[in-house]
């Protein structure tokens, strides 16, 4: 059925093949982008920067309580650290915790407050995301295999919260609302480009 | 945007997602069809006496998820380390057909 036979379309049949073009071109899945017709979630779209902006803050006040609560009550005393590194035996890691807990027992009382406290802030600002998150993870990591609640399975909120920095790192979060968006466009970053490694 | 992934790239994420998707879904699976414990703590009465113990020590799993986060951190350094991909300044010029 062309055109060329039925003379100049009426507006009606128009409309109905103009319709029907749309709905054949958007149906089309998208194999690059899953949700293009259901939901824009391009990295550069509305709702990508203003989840991963609440994401990245929320998990940013869940390690700024966590430190900044233990600096108002011990300071940078916080003598659990190494009590509990020393308990983690016979686990994954093997002897490095107890080591750790043993000889940097200081180190670790300061910078289980101070860390937490920093980490949380990195992210709530969003300035050296990345970087900040790398240690999220280093901590979180200690966690899930120390606490090893795994009465429910691995997957617990300790691995949650594990996975939650490493997405921090992925998607280079502090790009969305955060300083690192700004710091990223400054001279010093575009000499030096590796440095958006840990920033992003 | 395209992004090109090289040969490490693609080894990374196979790498470290095969190891951690090992871990946590593959062995967990193994110690469900293993029965009772279902997760990878013993279970206990209600004395506290350990009646069943995992099939698959849970060291064992962890150990291949923490093995998953290494190698995503050496390729992060890795990244770090190597020169950066620089995209090839090409400018397409317009050729008039034949």
Known sequence: ?200 | MQQHTTVIDKAAMALSGGLMLLGVVVLGIVEILAGKPYSAAPLTNDAGEIIATPMVDPTLRTGLVLAGLLVLALYGVYRLVAPMKTETATTQQEITAD
């Open chain 1, 1 to 200: 059925m062309g055109f060329h036979s039925v003379g100049t379309p009426s507006p009606l049949y128009a409309t109905v093949v103009r319709n029907s073009i749309c709905e054949v071109t958007q149906m089309s899945y998208q194999a690059a982008n899953p949700l293009a017709d259901d939901f824009e979630l391009e990295l550069g779209g509305a709702w990508t920067a203003y989840w991963l902006a609440f994401l990245r803050v929320v998990t940013g006040w869940w390690f700024f309580h966590a430190g900044v609560t233990k600096l108002i009550e011990d300071g940078l005393a916080y003598s659990y650290g190494p009590m509990y590194l020393k308990q983690m035996t016979g686990t994954a890691l093997g002897p490095i915790p107890v080591l750790m807990g043993e000889h940097l027992g200081w180190l670790i009382q300061a910078m289980v407050p101070l860390g937490e406290t920093l980490i949380g802030l990195g992210l709530m600002v969003g300035a050296l995301v990345r970087l900040a998150s790398v240690f999220g993870v280093f901590f979180m990591s200690l966690f899930w295999i120390g606490n090893a609640g795994f009465g429910h399975g691995l997957v617990n909120s300790d691995f949650m919260g594990l996975l939650l920095f490493m997405t921090m790192i992925v998607l280079a979060t502090g790009r969305y609302y955060g300083l690192d968006a700004i710091i990223e466009k400054t001279k010093l970053v575009k000499r030096h480009p590796k440095l958006r490694y840990l920033l992003g």
